[in-house]
């Protein structure tokens, strides 16, 4: 059975690779508010937020370097990779723009990374129901914070609701790639490693429509959709995103931090 | 007259008898205007604070790194708000005391218009910056006014913990290779003096001190603290085989302390009337987020009423 396991096993690691990627960009797109938050309470939460997205997707880099075998690192797989390797949807990427932009961009993710966490939880492979059993109480939370501002940009002034509804319609294109199948999808999900992508898709869909509601915004249209960085065909923002995240490790190749 | 002279008797000898003062106790115009000034000094320096480290946030050189450096740019933005609700206590709401930072008349730690231009500066400001920070903070966990107090103390677990991180970033790159030590090093050459001058001008030109150490606002002098820092970073550094950029820093077996040379002055008063490297684009940066994020706050407003309004109906 060495043939098979072995296809298994390199399946596991381009899905959990894929699950750290979107997590280690979004994070890395977050902390670039640092310091620049609309308020105190809210820098404070996003700094949060890209650090939790962070924990977990180390936790799931470190286990994608145990599942390939070849002895790389958290660190390898963050800072040694090129743009055409990383594996994260291109929703991630995009620039924080307004505070709007930033925070559909966490909801949209928020809505499918909690069903998605709630499944993985059942998952047949241990090691990720157990990351997947720390991360759900975040991403409730998260979820529930983004939400809550999604309601508030709608529901708040004139601006906010059309900011917001901007965000929606420019951020909307970037949407179907989390739910895209592919081999490695279909193979993880018939050993029961990854939760049926369809049901996240309903869940997702249905959050986002009961939230959208009460913002009395506009769920946009299902027109064309984005797609690629699953196979790591990015937008030209990735180039610059990880220049900046690994120039100073690559300019000093090999040593401890 | 005679009724605020009692006042003031009744007041001194609280604090005399180490009582803290309480928002509601009645004190002198002037310890308030002290207090006020101090507390959201402080604060600002705390939320300024955030902008040279979290420069350095995407680019921290591993994910641990970059976790912990995450972690504690979150802490200043918490030191920020416990001690603008400290300025709160005192009968100034947060909105002015934040207008005051960004029209630039409120001061804040000139040692944030320094830049952080390389990966060791985050060690370097952890060990020397918070290090001196704490100094100072230790000191305010027993200050008279009871909410500063309280602050203080959660505040310096929180420090401590930052200037071990910030040294153990700098014990690193110490022994690690020679571009790694040469980085630390030039980084602890860079904000060596800034540190000391964060300790203030010395006692002989500090006007103020006298009354704050009467009022048991501060209890040791900018000197005394100046020193004690010295004396013991001198041998942290020795531990992992920095050296402090200080041809005359030497020790002196008869006053158990170590000599050392002089603070540039004219540097230091140079950055705090403004012309520091990097005054401008802080002060910049602050307005851009509080402008940027105007619409945010008056949507958060507006929800809120509206909510209101409807629950009310």
């Known amino acids: 059975m060495i043939v098979p396991n072995t296809m298994e096993q390199s399946a596991l690691f381009t899905y959990t690779l894929r699950l750290a990627d979107d997590l280690l960009i979004l994070s890395q797109r977050l902390g670039e508010w640092c310091g620049h938050g609309p308020i105190l309470e809210e820098d404070i939460a996003l700094t949060n937020r890209a650090l939790d997205h962070l924990g977990e997707a180390r936790n799931l880099l470190t286990y994608a370097g145990q599942v390939e075998g070849k002895g790389r690192s958290e660190d390898d797989l963050a800072y040694l990779r090129m743009e055409r390797q990383f594996t994260n949807v291109k929703l991630m990427e995009q620039p924080n723009g307004d505070y709007a932009h930033t925070m559909v961009r966490s909801f949209l993710f928020d809505a499918y990374h909690l069903p998605l966490m709630q499944a993985l939880q059942k998952s047949t492979d241990e090691q990720l129901a157990a990351i997947a059993g720390k991360a759900v109480k975040e991403a409730t939370y998260h979820l529930r914070a983004s939400s809550e501002w999604i309601i508030r940009f709608g529901d708040g002034t004139e601006e906010s609701h059309q900011r917001a509804q901007a965000a929606l319609d420019n951020l909307w294109t970037y949407t179907g790639e989390l739910f895209e199948s592919d081999a490695v999808l279909e193979e993880m999900t018939k050993a029961g490693v990854a939760p049926e992508i369809a049901a996240i898709k309903a869940n997702w869909s249905k959050t986002v429509d009961q939230v959208l509601a009460e913002a009395t915004l506009k769920r946009p249209a299902d027109g064309f959709m984005m797609t690629g960085g699953r196979k790591g065909l990015h937008s030209e923002h990735m180039g610059f995103i990880l220049a900046e995240m690994q120039h100073v490790t690559r300019a000093y190749p090999g040593v401890a931090w | ?313």
Not at chain 2, 100 to 128: E, M, Q
Not at chain 2, 129 to 138: L, P
Not at chain 2, 179 to 192: F, I, S, V, Y
């Open chain 2, 1 to 313: 007259m005679t009724d605020v002279k009692n006042l003031e008797d009744i007041f001194q000898a609280k604090i005399d008898a180490e009582q803290k003062i309480e928002p509601k106790d009645w004190m002198p115009d002037a310890y308030r205007k002290n207090l006020i000034r101090q507390i959201s000094q402080h604060a600002h320096s705390e939320v300024v604070g955030m902008l040279p480290e979290g420069n350095w946030i995407t680019r921290a050189p591993s994910l641990k790194r970059k976790a912990i450096l995450l972690a504690k740019v979150q802490d200043e933005a918490g030191h920020g708000l416990y001690l603008y609700s400290a300025v709160e206590t005192m009968g100034v709401s947060r909105e002015q005391t934040i207008d005051d930072l960004l029209s630039g008349k409120a001061k804040y730690s000139s040692i944030f218009n320094y830049p952080t231009l390389t990966w060791a500066d985050i060690g370097a400001i952890g060990w020397l910056v918070d290090g001196a920070a704490i100094m100072n903070q230790v000191m305010l966990c027993r200050t008279s006014y009871g909410p500063y107090a309280r602050a203080m103390v959660r505040i310096c677990k929180e420090e401590s913990f930052h200037q071990r991180q910030g040294y153990e970033i700098m014990a690193v790159l110490a022994k690690g290779t020679p571009g790694q030590k040469e980085m630390a090093q030039d980084a602890l050459n860079r904000w060596w003096w800034p540190s000391l001058m964060m300790f203030g001008p010395t006692d002989a030109n500090s006007p103020h001190s006298a009354q704050s150490m009467k009022w048991k606002i501060k209890r040791q002098s900018n000197d005394e603290l100046r020193q004690i820092f010295i004396d013991r970073t001198v041998q942290q550094a020795e531990v992992i085989g920095l050296t402090i950029p200080d041809p005359d820093l030497k020790w002196n077996e008869e006053t158990k302390h170590y000599d050392w040379g002089t603070i540039d002055w004219t540097e230091f008063n140079n950055v705090v009337a403004g012309n520091g490297p990097c005054n401008k684009e802080r002060l910049a940066a602050r307005n851009k987020a509080h402008n940027e994020g105007a619409w945010v706050r008056e949507a958060a407003v507006a929800y809120a009423a509206k909510k209101a309004k409807r629950k009310a109906a």
